[in-house]
């Protein structure tokens, strides 16, 4: 739980968020359950 309340600091560029999003759009998890 501490490494994921660590992550509450983090900050990422808009080209680091660029690349994540290119590699998991936002819309990937789509389904029937969500």
Not at 2 to 30: K, R, Y
């Amino acid at each position: 739980m501490d490494e994921n309340l660590g992550a509450l600091s983090l900050t990422l560029s808009p080209q680091e968020l660029a690349a994540i999003e290119a590699v998991f759009p936002h819309d990937a998890a789509a389904g029937p359950r969500y």
